[in-house]
């Protein structure tokens, strides 16, 4: 089992950039494909980015592609998302998970889950 928290989040302005982080704590965190989802107000919850365990692999949603880049350090277990040039689309909650297959943009395939952290974009 892996426990996730978030941080980074905060109040930005359109074109700024923001770092958001993913802190795990719990066994073999580098076993975990993890992700980045967002849910904005009374929207369904999105995929943003995933990555495999071992880093080689990344992925993103079209809305954050050349935008936003995910990485992870599995030594330290965290894992980061780089946003930049944000819009006010980009307003949301964001959300770490993490999960022991090889999983994608559906988040009912994640079992675990952070807090999530504020993001606002200000335009």
């Known amino acids: 089992q892996v426990q996730l928290v978030e941080s980074g989040g905060g109040l930005v302005q359109a074109g700024d950039s923001l770092r958001l982080s993913c802190a795990a704590s719990g066994r073999t965190f580098s076993a975990y494909t993890m992700g980045w989802f967002r849910q904005a107000p009374e929207r369904e919850r999105e995929y943003v980015a995933s990555?495999?365990?071992?880093?080689?692999?990344?992925y993103y949603a079209y809305s954050a592609k050349g935008r936003f880049s995910i990485s992870r350090d599995n030594a330290k277990n965290t894992m980061s998302l780089q946003m930049t040039n944000m819009t006010s689309e980009d307003t949301a909650v964001y959300y770490c998970a993490g999960d022991l297959s090889t999983v994608g943009p559906y988040a009912s395939l994640y079992d675990y889950w952070g807090q999530g952290t504020q993001v606002t974009v200000s335009s």
């Open positions: 990555i495999s365990w071992k880093g080689t692999n990344s």
